[in-house]
């Protein structure tokens, strides 16, 4: 374990073909029943596996035991009509046929606590587990009964709480949120969003962390990162908001965007995950580049307080790109700690 830039993933890994059909979203399982409940335990045992041989220093449970990052958690909940589904516009850049919020919304026993546990059995590493963001749940469901974003997400929150004490109670270390969302609706940010992350982190004596990103890299997304322009400069109506807030970890991409590496500098005093693996593309950085993307960064916040990760997850890559992404991001962070150390010397 390196206590000096420690390597994380975001979140979400490829799954074994044996598992999940590979490469895609929403990824129906291939097994079921007590099959599929002993295949998802051997996949998570991979995924640590693979991790720790890739040289990461904050390990994940690479989503196995879910087949989406806000779908599978809403699944668990009351209020929530899975039959019932309406096509709805994701983050207003694509259609998908999403369930529909029909009555008061409730979780009636933890849904990852149990997952969370055996990932904790299986190295003695710090464990993060990422959680949706109350903003992304509400964008990802057709609301029929509270009528109100915020007041849906106002629930959300309340509920994810008491999810993150459960993860807590079961040894996790770093609990994330992500919120690709609050790249996109500005004005709800600033309104109730960052309240809502705030409630859903309360009382929590763990780390905490929120992801906030441009995608996976899907074309739908791939396409709307074409009309953005030159500069991304979207962080900068959370950046400022998040640096106040009760937060620890802000994640954010940064290898191969267009995000100006300065607007860092808006998070002064937070630790900083940052994206130095592309997740949309096959193309493998060389360590060289990491380092790169990760020089660049410590002109804008402290070298204790970066986190190489990458981009975003990267669940619809094939698995021996992703690990071969996950080497040259441990590879890239030996880089720069050297240079770090050579400097002090
Ligand atoms: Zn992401």
């Not at 380092?291 to 975003?312: E, H, Y």
């Not at 962070?333 to 240079?339: D, Q």
Request: aromatic share 8%; charged share 25%.
């Amino acid at each position: 374990m390196n206590a000096l830039l420690p390597t994380s993933t975001v979140g979400s890994l490829p799954k074994p073909s044996w598992l999940a059909e590979p490469e895609q979203l929403w990824s129906p399982w291939k097994l079921s029943g007590d099959t599929l409940a002993e295949g998802k335990q051997d996949a998570l045992r991979i995924t640590v596996q693979e991790q720790q041989l890739g040289g990461l220093d904050i390990v994940s449970d690479g989503e196995q035991t879910r087949q989406h990052f806000v779908t599978t958690f809403i699944e668990h909940l009351d209020g929530v009509d899975f039959e019932n589904r309406e096509t709805v516009r994701i983050r207003n850049r694509y259609d998908a046929s999403v369930p529909t919020v029909v009555g008061a919304v409730n979780r009636e026993q933890p849904v990852f606590a149990e997952d969370a546990k055996f990932l904790r059995q299986q190295t003695d590493r710090p464990i993060k587990w990422a959680l949706p963001g109350p903003m992304t749940m509400i964008d990802t469901l057709a609301d029929r009964h509270y009528g109100s974003r915020e007041k849906l997400a106002w629930e959300f929150a309340k509920i994810l709480n008491q999810e993150a004490k459960d993860l807590e109670a079961a040894g996790v270390d770093i609990i994330q949120f992500d919120e690709p969302a609050f790249n996109v609706f500005f004005e709800d940010v600033q309104d109730w969003g960052i309240a809502a992350l705030e409630r859903a982190v309360e009382g929590l004596s763990v780390e905490t962390a929120v992801h906030i990103c441009y995608g996976y890299g899907i074309k739908a997304n791939n396409d709307w990162k074409k009309t953005l322009g030159s500069q991304w400069r979207q962080y900068e109506v959370s950046f400022p908001l998040l640096q106040q807030s009760s937060i620890d970890i802000v994640s954010l991409e940064s290898h191969n965007s267009n995000v100006p590496v300065d607007l860092i500098e808006l998070l002064r005093g937070k630790k900083v995950m940052l994206g130095a693996i592309d997740v949309a593309t096959d193309e493998i950085e060389t360590p060289e580049a990491v380092a790169g993307t990760l020089r660049k960064a410590l002109q804008f916040v402290d070298a204790d307080k970066l986190i190489p990760s990458t981009n975003c997850g990267m669940a619809p890559l094939s698995r021996e790109v992703s690990r071969a992404k996950l080497s040259a991001l441990s590879a890239g962070a030996t880089i720069l700690r050297e240079e770090l150390a050579a400097a002090l010397v």
